[in-house]
């Protein structure tokens, strides 16, 4: 597969450091970082992730969501290793003029999104500048034989997705796309990351990763560190959430393509060996939870996702370059990604 | 003690968050967090910290040496906790419009620190946005029976300094203050984090703290944590480093005044029971470290100096908060400072 331009970049960022003999995870290979600590079997998950872009543009625009925002996109990287959570550390930039209001109500956010994951609150840093920037640190621990990565799934496994997808491109495109804002309807963007249903992954799960850019950028991601493909046979429809969809015939747009933009809506998407779906299934039905059995690990690599009236083959590598190249016209992106979806002989699609 | 400012911001921001039962320290008891891991004697030490107004005000410049701040400023947290380095996580804020060169030298600046401090470089994340900004997470590891924190010291034990202190209100005045940058003559900013020294402080401190917001800042802390005063018997000059003595001479600036701004220079101030102070100072030099001895701790609050001619009782907590209110104007805050040292007795310094 070719290289994205946002890996090159990584990849740059990265070359010619040491990396830590107590390290687990490879680059790119996990969404928290999975260090083996000395003295004990158990295995510490630690990322750090900032909301620096999305308040930018506007796309979280009151203090209390960029708040829960902080905590959830870090909560959710540690869901995608199946890790306890222990706690946050939080490195908040206010603007200087920030009054009382704005800073308790980013604060209550905070709170309340640590209290929903049981992280607590270990510490942090303040700073004030001409912009506000948000970013934080996540850690929990998981034992060694549980910690999971976005390595290890095999061809015949099964691929779900922890809900429906697809909010996180249809709200973007409603706050920031112009035409589109009628169509929001006051849809809330307050998303819950996955860290309890993640529990009871463990042991059924061979890879797993945060759709936090999006489902096509994580099936990418995960495509090249298993060197695999991904035929999602269950129609797009449904499996893509009640926003999305509303948006997608609203506007006359492919329903693909809301899977398909860099904003995405922190589930997970994870695998499972053929064996261990019905056990995996049964368990999480028992806890409420109906993560949505969409598809099945490939041999080969890409994306083939069925549209309902025809299999469409997804460029994945230039639907990831196509927004990391610096442009904010919505509109241009909007006519440019439907040339990356590529009719395919259904037939073919299915015995690959 | 009466509250500072920075202080009530920070209590504000925490109030209402629940607190980790792994966590040991309490709320700005130590420079990192420490964490008593899941099955284990050991103690994780983890610590963000971000350049930010730094860099927006022009006080680091040059983007190998954002680069080296970033990884120093949390490398000198893990040397207060005498903490072993494990790695860094890294947030990236680059603006748009950043060249393949500014982001390549600020790699360099953050491949030399992890190199010079035996910090792996563990993961990160990436943003683009009209303003430079940085931060990073630091982790380390240190045995429950060595971990330091700013709590411990008693009246009676011997305060030291890591080095020469001063260098950092000194290199912000000439990068800052108008009519100042003549007399900068080529200063350089990039320190050294003790990371190395504070191995040898394991078992002789008492209590520590870096000096990331200068002298002044740091004993105020170290004052309310442990209802203790200091008592700074060495000389200021005798203790300052060369570029803050010669800028403290040239501009007429009472020396002490160099240990007060909020910039500081990354050394450590620790303190060391009477009875272990030999064999902690014979351990430094044979490894070719010397700290210097500066002052004792002593009961009742506060800070005294010796100003060669006479002591002088710094009011600490104003020091602290004359900053911390928002104004850019370097020349008022120097002309209020001096206000805020008042001559004492020397006899009655030196008993109470």
Chains 1, 2 share one sequence.
Request: hydrophobic letters at 40%.
């Amino acid at each position: 597969m070719s290289a994205v331009l946002e890996d090159s970049l990584i990849e740059r960022l990265v070359k010619g450091f040491g990396r830590s003999p107590l390290q687990l995870n490879g680059l790119q290979e996990s969404d928290s970082e999975l260090l083996r600590l000395p003295n004990g079997a158990v295995v510490l998950a630690v990322t750090t992730d900032g909301i620096v872009e999305e308040i930018e543009q506007g796309l979280y625009d009151y203090p209390y969501q960029i708040g829960w925002m902080t905590i959830t996109v870090n909560a959710s990287d540690l869901a995608a290793s199946a890790a306890d959570p222990i706690g946050v550390l939080v490195n908040q930039t206010f603007p200087h003029a920030a009054d009382e209001g704005l800073i308790s109500e980013v604060q209550h956010g905070i709170r309340d999104a640590c209290d929903c994951y049981s992280l607590a609150l270990l510490g942090g840093d303040t700073n004030f500048s001409s912009v506000m920037q948000m970013s934080g640190v996540a850690l929990g621990v998981v034992s060694a034989d549980y910690a999971l990565t976005r390595c290890g799934c095999q061809p015949g496994d099964r691929l779900f997705a922890s809900a429906p997808l697809g909010l996180g491109s249809s709200y973007a495109l409603t706050k920031l796309g112009r035409g589109y804002q009628d169509a929001g309807r006051g849809v809330s963007f307050l998303p819950r990351a996955r860290l309890a249903e993640s529990h009871l992954m463990r042991g059924y799960v061979s890879a797993c990763m945060d759709t936090s850019d999006g489902m096509v950028a994580t099936i990418d991601q995960l495509s090249r560190l298993n060197h695999v493909g991904f035929d999602v046979e269950l129609p797009v429809r449904e499996f893509l959430h009640p926003h999305a969809k509303l948006i997608a015939e609203e506007a006359g747009i492919p329903p693909w393509m809301m899977l398909a933009g860099p904003h995405g809506e922190f589930e997970l998407l994870f695998t499972v060996p053929q064996g261990l779906c019905a056990a995996f299934t049964h368990l999480a039905k028992s806890q409420r939870w109906n993560p949505i059995e969409i598809g099945t690990v490939a041999a080969g690599s890409g994306l083939r996702l069925n549209d309902a009236r025809q299999w469409l083959e997804i460029d994945t590598p230039r639907v990831r370059d196509l927004f990391f190249q610096p442009s904010d016209d919505i509109a241009l992106y909007l006519a440019e990604l439907p040339r990356l979806a590529h009719p395919v002989d259904s037939a073919k699609a299915l015995v690959r």
